[in-house]
């Protein structure tokens, strides 16, 4: 949309202020530290997506969805694959926060930072355990959600999908605003997850 100029000069500056580099990775690392490797954290993961995945609309009686959910996305299976076929995951927040970083086998070549950030491949292959975990823990949830939809409600894959993303977050489809601010030195780390999470809880304490 149309503003002022000097809206729109704000703006871009927001949006390019820490610019891409050495601070950028470092922020990264402290999210991954706080979260990935925090158990507490894959804890209140699993607390929150349960919420969520409840004001979407799955009773919390049936347990049998969720159980039925994690052996599906276990074996990888019929119900599974329709999920991916739906794009029932999108991006969760590990993928888009620290997934990009531990796949870079380079941050400025020669440099310490460098050294101080690519620790080899076996070292970042290990750091990956913990994320991919993350990311079950979210993909669980949604393929919880595409299966109540599909079995119980009798939603289409792609209605489903489009439910699961919604509730429990695609973390792609953010406004670049807010991505930056969630990366400026005087923002808010994950703003990401309050900006998804406010709009989901104010449609369900409406209904």
């Given amino acids: 949309k149309y503003v002022e100029e000097n809206i729109y000069d704000d703006l871009v500056e927001l949006k390019t202020l820490p610019a891409s580099g050495f601070y950028d990775r470092a922020l990264q690392l402290w999210k991954y530290g706080k979260t990935v490797l925090n158990p507490a954290t894959h804890g209140r993961n699993l607390f929150g997506n349960a919420f969520l995945l409840n004001i979407s609309g799955v009773p919390l009686s049936r347990q049998d969805i969720v159980i039925g959910a994690l052996a599906d996305l276990y074996k990888k299976g019929g119900l599974y694959q329709r999920a991916v076929k739906a794009d029932a995951f999108g991006t969760d ?115």
Avoid at 159 to 182: I, M, R, T
């Fill in 93 to 207: 927040w590990y993928g888009s926060e620290i997934g990009a970083l531990l796949d870079q086998a380079k941050l400025m070549p020669g440099t310490w930072a460098d050294q101080a950030f690519s620790a080899g491949a076996a070292v970042s292959r290990l750091a990956k355990v913990p994320g991919r975990l993350y990311r079950a823990e979210e993909q669980w949830f949604k393929l919880a959600r595409f299966k109540y939809g599909v079995e119980v409600l009798g939603e289409s894959d792609a209605v489903a999908g489009a439910q699961a993303k919604k509730w429990l977050f695609d973390y792609s489809e953010v406004p670049n605003f807010v991505k930056a601010y969630s990366k400026h030195p005087l923002g808010a780390p994950f703003i990401v997850f309050t900006y998804k999470a406010i709009p989901r809880l104010a449609e369900a304490s409406i209904r």
